[in-house]
């Protein structure tokens, strides 16, 4: 090779090695670059977030839809979604947590992060709650839900939905057979015997699952009622309980509840009143949009009055919960409070059933404009009490009092038209054998 030869491969050599070089172990501003595998590997965190389904099949796409929003914003934490049934939802749960295979975040029932606190699971988030109240964001909440899921002193989990029981009635039946909307608790004895016919309608449907529980819940702390002293200890047969059970009883001894009620699920109660077999039944907020069809005909009650005054109604305030197996929490943290203020989409396009948690979302024309929910968030929230009235906050035992089926049997027996007083002292042995 000659002289001119050997200088041009020199320069080629030189300039392939320049280009290498920078391409490689430089950045743009002259310092060292990783590699662009090596970045996503040890910058991007993974997050896996379990949401119960909530309502409808829109629902579940509109939950992704904000998910895929929040990782177009923040491209360091990518969030899997997975829908989880409520079906064996306890199960799930636990045995993810007994296996090391729990989420990082998750929705769940309403008493489910004060269990799994109990068992070292749950990660608290007290200085989510600092950060947010210096801030002054709490102020955004409902009165009472923040408190609500405070445990052993701290905050277990942060609110996002309240889900409530209120009474709805065929307005129809009501005009035909001339009979105003009951006020208080004699009212409505008095309407479900009159709209209770030979034709096999009754004036009220309750299934004995627990679904069917709701209803005596309601009557329960309707009247000033409660399972609980302030203190903790179990106070089920106090007078209030037994005066609005004793109600329950009697509208079953006038006939006036179906009796068929004590074989159904909630769906089969559902389904019995939109083919007009009943005249009134305990829903949730979004109960209405399950029957468009007759938009006209189903209207809601105002919160009625028990037999002392009182007013009142069952409300679980549904929450978001970190778990403590999650090797990132910071990046969990981020995401839920991202959740709470941007989920109102999962109602305006998603049709969630329960409310939210939030006032200034419960200001959306969404909410106002819909006549049930503004009749509940104006009439209903403010007396809405957890099965743990009296006491402050929840428990653990809440979640063991509602789902091991003591109030699933006091509802059947109740049904079939046994004796109240005798019912509950079944029911209060067995919530007492759970407290101790």
């Not at 964001?137 to 942060?158: A, E, M, N, Q, R």
Request: glycine letters at 8%; aromatic letters at 12%; one cysteine or more.
């Amino acid at each position: 090779m000659n002289k001119k030869g050997t200088l041009l491969l020199f320069f080629l050599i030189l300039a392939v090695f320049t280009i290498t070089g920078c391409s490689n172990n430089s950045s743009t501003d002259g310092t060292s670059a990783p590699d662009s595998s090596e970045t996503n590997n040890s910058e991007v965190v993974t997050l896996d977030f379990w949401d119960m389904v909530w309502g409808p099949p829109e629902y579940i796409e509109t939950a992704k839809k904000q998910v895929k929003k929040f990782n177009q914003e923040h491209p360091n934490i990518q969030v899997k979604y997975q829908s989880t049934p409520w079906s064996n939802w306890y199960q799930t749960f636990s045995t993810a947590i007994a296996s090391g295979t729990a989420p990082d975040i998750s929705t769940g029932a309403g008493y489910q992060a004060f269990q799994f606190y109990d068992q070292g699971a749950i990660l608290p988030i007290d200085d989510v709650i600092e950060e947010w109240e210096a801030e002054g964001k709490l102020d955004d909440f409902f009165p009472g839900t923040i408190d609500t899921l405070k445990y052993d002193g701290h905050y277990v989990s942060l609110p996002w939905g309240l889900d409530l029981r209120v009474y709805y009635y065929r307005k129809d039946f009501f005009e035909e057979a001339g009979i105003e909307v009951p006020t208080n608790f004699d009212e409505l004895r008095a309407a479900a015997k009159a709209l209770t016919n030979d034709s096999g309608r009754y004036g009220l449907i309750t299934p004995s699952d627990t679904g069917g529980t709701h209803y005596l819940f309601q009557l329960m702390l309707n009247n000033g009622g409660g399972i609980f002293t302030e203190d903790k200890k179990v106070d089920f047969m106090n007078e209030r309980n037994v005066e609005a059970l004793q109600l329950y009883g009697d509208m079953v001894k006038d006939g006036s509840v179906n009796p068929a009620g004590a074989g159904m699920v909630g769906d089969d109660a559902i389904k019995s009143f939109g083919q007009g077999d009943a005249a009134m039944i305990l829903e949730g907020p979004g109960f209405k949009n399950r029957f468009p069809e007759m938009e006209d005909k189903i209207e809601v009650m105002s919160p009625l009055e028990g037999f002392n005054g009182d007013k009142g109604t069952v409300m679980w305030v549904n929450n978001l919960m970190i778990y403590k197996e999650t090797k990132h929490p910071e990046e969990a943290k981020t995401f839920l409070k991202w959740w709470s203020e941007n989920s109102l989409p999962l109602w305006k396009e998603g049709n969630l059933e329960q409310l939210s948690a939030r006032k200034s979302f419960s200001e959306d024309a969404y909410f106002q404009d819909n006549p049930v929910t503004k009749i509940v968030y104006d009439e209903y929230v403010p007396v809405g009490k957890t099965t743990g009235a009296h006491t402050t906050g929840a428990f653990p035992e809440l979640n063991e009092i509602e789902g091991e089926g003591l109030m699933q049997t006091l509802t059947q027996r109740l049904i079939m038209g046994e004796d109240p007083v005798e019912s509950m002292e079944i029911a209060e042995q067995k919530i007492k054998e759970i407290m101790e």
